[in-house]
T-cell receptor, first 116, second 112 residues
Framework: GAVVSQHPSRVICKSGTSVKIECRSL??????MFWYRQFPKQSLMLMAT?????????EQGVEKDKFLINHASLTLSTLTVTSAHPEDSSFYIC????????????FGEGSRLTVL | QQQVKQSPQSLIVQKGGISIINCAYENTAFDYFPWYQQFPGKGPALLIA?????SEKKEGRFTISFNKSAKQFSLHIMDSQPGDSATYFC???????????FGKGTRLSVIA
């Protein structure tokens, strides 16, 4: 199946710093990628839809200036958590659609962010 | 408004038994219904998926049953094994590059 790679898998940072998480589709081109956030023992909540070459579309309640998303190529999308605070500590997961409009999503392994 | 309702929240099944997880959706525009399996600290992995043109899909020990009129679909895990212990999420979306809407998840524990 399609492979989506996320990096880093774990990151610990100090409050006030910025953290960048990369999401790569390794064996296919992804015009659309999605970023989800998952708190412990909860479901995945969609944060934003990332489209290659255009601005990301954020879900209601997600601060676009805090969670910067860049989708500069067909295989890479990045999420930057700016001025991170302890409440931003979470599991961030990206996903990408294989093919055009098939609806089949493949997920990365996730990135666990801990803000001290 | 929760678009995909999943139950039960947790499930304990004896080894060799059948695990059944149910989901109901509201948006009749949904036409893609996947199930994902997630182990702690890992991203979700696609298990099996179905589209509304069929009522059942089977892959190995995993079966999806789909009832379009009732707007419900379920996952059946036959001959459940301890290795199946994980959190399972149902989801739904509609055609095009649209994101998945997830259920709240079911934590399955298969005990020997």
């Amino acid at each position: 199946g399609a492979v989506v790679s996320q990096h880093p898998s774990r990151v610990i940072c100090k409050s006030g710093t910025s953290v960048k998480i990369e999401c790569r589709s390794l064996d296919f081109q992804a015009t659309t990628m999605f970023w989800y956030r998952q708190f412990p023992k909860q479901s995945l909540m969609l944060m934003a839809t990332s489209n290659e070459g255009s601005k990301a579309t954020y879900e209601q309640g997600v601060e676009k200036d805090k969670f910067l998303i860049n989708h500069a190529s067909l295989t890479l999308s990045t999420l930057t958590v700016t001025s991170a605070h302890p409440e931003d500590s979470s599991f961030y997961i990206c996903s990408a659609i294989e093919g055009a409009g098939t609806g089949e999503l493949f997920f990365g392994e996730g990135s666990r962010l801990t803000v001290l | 408004q929760q678009q995909v309702k999943q139950s039960p929240q947790s499930l304990i099944v004896q080894k060799g038994g059948i695990s059944i997880i149910n989901c109901a959706y509201e948006n009749t525009a949904f036409d893609y219904f996947p199930w994902y399996q997630q182990f702690p600290g890992k991203g979700p992995a696609l298990l099996i998926a179905i589209r509304p043109d069929v009522s059942e899909k089977k892959e190995g020990r995993f079966t999806i049953s789909f009832n379009k009129s009732a707007k419900q679909f379920s996952l059946h895990i036959m001959d459940s094994q301890p290795g199946d212990s994980a959190t399972y999420f149902c989801a739904a979306s509609y055609s095009g590059n649209t994101p998945l809407v997830f259920g709240k998840g079911t934590r399955l524990s298969v005990i020997a």
